[in-house]
């Protein structure tokens, strides 16, 4: 009997059984490999093993990132590239490689980096799923982390600036897009009929770009053009998490977005409120430590005053 296995990862939200693309791609593959993973959404990165996520737990062994749990889960017989050639396992390898340096620095960025974005969809989303005090915190960390990564593998020389940074990193976006679209063509999955790791992969970053709903859709637009990546999306969502694919009713989606839209406002006035606290603690005078003596008597054998007592 095999061992049990638990994957933690971040929820779902807008129809997606996660928005967070590593866990997205981690679950897509298990559901096209058969792997029976219990998944656990978490609340909290922290209390994963070196805060990363998704993290796989089998036993005694603690996998994370999306590449080692897909070789662990291969290990143990749920393959789902069994059927493919030398040639488009390589492709496989190219197409995850392109994925990771021209689509994600713009996929961190539009939910990351991008203010209205971030401070209208992705902070809110995650502080209602985070508890407090960490609520005010870990989503700004997040965004810092993200901006890090992409100024750490996009931000060198000719690109000096943020502007021709995030200028650049559309522009590849849209190009990778275009390549996935072209190499998808009319098939319903990348290697015909079959689902492999690169439709995980390419699932997991595409789908929630596609389904969250945001102010700056820059580049979901440009995803919405292409008609047969939009429908892959829809394909595997409804074949493979038919529980993730029903979606709001109309009256339940405007109840959503109204208790967003009064989350949103919490969460910045929350954060409004912490930062004058801040901006008071610095501008306040700093006194040095004061020493105390000791009690001295008045006279007439009665204490002095209690300011007399504190006085150096």
Same mark, same amino acid.
């Given at each position: ?156 020389? $000719?690109?000096?600036? %943020? !502007? ?12 990778? +897009? *275009?390549? @996935? #679209? ?105 006194? $040095?430590?004061?020493? %105390? !003596? ?12 209690? +300011? *007399?007592? @504190? #006085?150096?």
């Amino acid at each position: 009997m095999a061992a049990p296995m638990e994957l933690s990862c971040w929820g779902g939200g807008w129809g997606l059984p996660s928005v967070h693309p590593e866990s997205l791609t981690v679950m897509a593959y298990a559901k096209f490999s058969g792997a029976p993973l219990t998944v656990n959404a978490i609340n909290n990165c922290w209390r994963a093993p070196k805060g990363e996520v998704p993290i796989l737990i089998s036993e005694d062994t603690v996998i994370s990132q999306p590449a080692k749990i897909l070789n662990f889960l291969r290990k143990q017989k749920y393959n789902a590239d069994y059927e493919l050639s030398a040639k488009q396992g390589a492709d496989t390898l190219a197409y995850i490689a392109l994925l990771e340096e021209k689509l994600l620095p713009a996929l961190l960025h539009t939910f990351w980096v991008e203010a209205e974005n971030y401070c209208s969809v992705t902070k809110p989303w995650f502080a209602s799923r985070i508890p407090f005090p960490l609520s005010l915190y870990l989503p700004g960390k997040m965004s810092r982390e993200a901006l890090n990564r992409i100024l750490l593998t996009r931000g060198g020389p $000719p690109l000096y600036s %943020l !502007t021709e940074v995030e200028a650049q990193i559309y522009r590849d976006a849209k190009e990778c +897009l *275009n390549l @996935l #679209s072209k190499r998808l063509g009319t098939s319903q999955f990348f290697f015909g009929n079959r689902p492999s790791t690169l439709d995980a992969f390419v699932f997991g970053f595409l789908a929630p770009l596609y389904k969250v709903c945001f102010p700056r859709v820059q580049l979901q637009e440009h995803l919405k053009q292409l008609p047969n990546l939009c429908r892959f999306c829809d394909d595997i969502l409804s074949c493979y998490f038919r529980l993730a694919v029903s979606g709001h009713s109309p009256a339940g989606q405007d109840t959503v977005d109204a208790n967003l839209q009064k989350l949103t406002q919490l969460v910045n006035k929350e954060s409004n409120l912490i930062e004058k606290m801040d901006d008071n603690l610095r501008k306040s005078p700093q006194h $040095p430590p004061r020493k %105390l !003596t000791t009690l001295k008597l008045a006279a007439g054998g009665e204490e002095s005053s209690p +300011l *007399n007592r @504190l #006085s150096p």
